[in-house]
């Protein structure tokens, strides 16, 4: 399947879906406490995404069978739902949520502490987002995709972390996964050319020690080989001939200064 350029409309489309995620991620990551299971978790996600007129992307894609992925500490992604893990202060838990809003597809992931949590953890989380900004740099049509891959890659390398390499973003749209893969590594190739209307999931997963993964029994589940930590940060983005669009950025993020919209050139 080539690369998609979205129409005018579509950009609408995709911006609403944004948007509503942006707002689901900021209302979910407010209620996380100490004692809640993420089967809890699940539900309020679930009713939230649909009391906005949209459908959870990931309920029952191949056969995941939840709303949200819950990947608590050494858990990179893709964490299962369930009414036996318990969240405990001190822990980091990151939630990747996908909407389908009249057809198409937002895609963001936001890791969060619980409590009080260790200072290693805070800076993970922090610098794991600001890998992502770092790519953000070089969204811009005109560039070439690898540009953002290399630049989260030696944001995060920078500071030390293990860079995910077995899971890619990617571009989406009327599909939650489509053409092309978003490395968040360098590569040897510079990679398409990107253009305005490209609409990508660009989601750095770094980790405090090895870059090394694997995955749990239940054939979900990655987890990092260590054991150490893992935090995830995704949005949607629009590619433009300026700054790109950053279409799941929190209302929280934008007043805390994190992202600033518009200015584009
Ligand atoms: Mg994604």
Known sequence: MPVTIKSAREIELMRAAGKILGKVHQDLGKALKPGMTTLEIDRMCEDMIRSCGCI???????????????SINEEVVHGIPSPKRVLKEGDIVSLDIGVIYKGYHSDAARTHGIGDIPKNARLLIRRTRESFFAGMKNATAGRYLHQISAAVYDYARGHGYGVVRDLV?????????????????RKLTRGIRLLHGMTLAVEPMINEGTWKVGWRKNGWTVVTCDRRLSAHYENTILITNGRPEILTITEDEVARGIWKPGGNA
């Open 56 to 70: 959870p992307s990931f309920k029952n894609y191949q056969g995941f069978p939840a709303s949200v992925c819950v």
């Open 169 to 185: 973003g990617h571009g989406i749209g009327k599909h939650l996964h489509e053409e092309p893969e978003v490395p968040n590594f």
